[in-house]
């Protein structure tokens, strides 16, 4: 390597000439033989010939079909159980006061309180975790055909690169 400004034969690590002090510039690094795509707003590689993003067809209607009834069975079962847990619960409390059977007087008390809460709050418990059970079952359903969608849009791009 030679000095730019006095001609010196300098080693190729020096950073500055030893006889007139130019600062050297460190050599540009070389580019890489081939570097992976980069990516746009659009979300598609900036080499990628097409410009805008393929568009594929939509697959798997009645799967989302039966994702959209799993969501609606969700909140039809959780809502139900979580009534019928409020109506334990009440009917529970109800059959702690004083009442008649037949010709006697019967006193149920605390027993049957705490029967008729511990019985509607296992149903409320119970109905929410029905409801997040199925709701997160019906999402797995479009996790799985987004994943799918997405790597067809994948193939399409890269097929159109090449």
């Known amino acids: ?3 730019p400004v ?12 030893g006889s007139c002090g130019t600062t050297l510039a460190p050599p540009p690094p070389s580019a890489p033989e081939q570097a992976w795509p980069v990516m746009n707003a659009m979300n598609a590689p900036s080499n990628y010939a097409g410009g ?34 409020v109506v334990m619960f009440i009917a529970g409390a ?11 007087s019967v006193d149920f008390g605390p027993t049957a309180f705490l029967g008729g809460a511990l019985t509607g709050l296992l149903m409320l418990v119970y109905g929410v975790f029905v409801f997040i059970f199925l ?18 849009v994948t193939n399409e791009m890269l097929s159109g690169r090449r």
């Open 6 to 17: 006095c001609n010196a034969e300098l080693p190729p690590t020096a950073k500055f000439c």
């Open 1 to 3: 390597m030679k000095c």
């Open 94 to 104: 109800a059959a702690s006061s004083r009442g008649s059977v037949g010709n006697t």
């Open 135 to 152: 709701y997160a079952y019906a999402e797995w359903m479009y996790v799985f055909m987004d994943i799918e969608e997405n790597t067809r």
């Open 52 to 85: 805008a993003l393929p568009t594929v067809q939509k697959k798997y209607k009645v799967l989302r079909f039966i994702a959209v009834l799993m969501k609606v069975f969700a909140f039809l079962a959780g809502g139900i159980l979580v009534i019928a847990g």
